[in-house]
């Protein structure tokens, strides 16, 4: 499978916005969804955001709610517009192409890209 692509990281301080943009080269057929999860240092890669390939319709953590906005570019291309950032948001940053809900749980099929580093200072 081809990685997908992210750009858009950086160093900001509280408060500040950041973009994050996303390419897959292209989408398995059964996806779901395509979204973003984040790793902090020391700690496991939790899920951020998805849109659903079929509607649009989004998805967040209630971490980011309300501050993070994740939306459709065109037709392979996302993009995760991060306001009011703090320094808890500070991680690096992975897209996936192919993710999947169950019973509220966020799986992945797809591979992930590089990722990004976003880093909030106080």
């Known amino acids: 499978q081809v990685q997908p692509v992210e750009s858009g990281g950086g160093s900001v301080q509280a408060g500040g916005s950041l973009r994050l943009s996303c390419a897959a080269s292209?989408?398995?057929?059964?996806?779901?969804?395509m979204g973003w999860f984040r790793q902090a240092p020391g700690k496991e890669r939790e899920f951020v955001a998805a849109i659903r390939w079929s509607d649009s319709s989004t998805y967040y953590a209630d971490s980011v709610k309300d501050r993070f906005t994740i939306a459709r570019e065109n037709a392979i291309t996302v993009y995760l517009q991060m306001n009011n950032l703090t320094p808890e948001d500070t991680a690096v940053y992975y897209c996936?192409?192919?993710?999947?809900?169950?019973?509220?749980?966020?799986?992945?099929?797809?591979?992930w890209g590089q990722g990004t580093q976003v880093t909030v200072s106080s």
């Open positions: 292209r989408r398995s057929s059964n996806a779901y969804a």
């Open positions: 996936n192409a192919d993710l999947d809900l169950v019973a509220g749980t966020w799986y992945d099929f797809g591979s």
